[in-house]
């Protein structure tokens, strides 16, 4: 039998500015930065 793996993809798509990025750093405890225009999450 194979080794199971827990590893998971997400994809987390929407608007621009509905709220990816805060639900992103609250589900990974992370801190990516956001503003309030189009374009702005940066890794």
Not at 35 to 40: D, H, K, M
């Amino acid at each position: 039998m194979g080794k199971k793996s827990n590893k998971y993809r997400v994809a987390l798509i929407g608007n621009p500015n509905c709220g990816k990025t805060s639900l992103f750093n609250s589900l990974t405890g992370m801190h990516q930065h956001v503003a309030n225009f189009p374009g702005v999450t940066v890794d």
